[in-house]
């Protein structure tokens, strides 16, 4: 058997971590409001797109018809790959909120060794 597994079968998991009391939590930032309004700027951001996509079929346009085709095919290729990156946004928008959230969490510490080349010997 490998020691590394030695060593996760002997150690015990809850000794080597400690939360720190009181636990401070620091106040809610910009990413609290910004995750709670995801669900809005998702829904708002498709409708922009979708009303944009009607306004193209809806338009008077003024010309060819094949080259009309042409143009709203475009049109919608567009809003395709607008709507992609809209949502691709939104979700990595979410994973950087979460992620401050974690960080700003409560604080858990390792069990702490003395290091004998530290910059500031005992004097």
């Known amino acids: ?8 079968e002997t150690s015990d998991s809850d000794d080597h971590m ?6 401070v939590r620091h ?5 609290w409001t910004l995750f709670k309004k995801i669900p809005l700027l998702t829904v708002v951001g498709f409708a922009v797109l979708g009303m944009l996509w009607v306004t193209a079929l809806i338009w ?11 143009l709203i095919r475009r049109i ?5 790959g607008a709507a992609i990156f809209h949502i691709t946004m939104m979700v990595t928008l979410a994973i950087g909120c979460v992620v401050v959230l974690i960080m ?3 604080r858990y510490s390792a069990d702490s060794y003395p290091v004998e080349d530290a ?4 004097r």
């Not at 400690?18 to 636990?23: G, Q, T």
């Open 1 to 8: 058997m490998p020691d590394w597994i030695a060593i996760l």
């Open 18 to 23: 400690h939360k720190h009391y009181p636990v």
């Open 27 to 31: 106040p809610a930032g910009l990413e």
């Open 60 to 70: 008077p346009w003024q010309s060819d018809p094949k080259a009309v085709d042409d």
């Open 76 to 80: 919608e290729f567009a809003l395709i």
């Open 104 to 106: 700003k969490g409560p």
């Open 119 to 122: 910059e500031r010997p005992d």
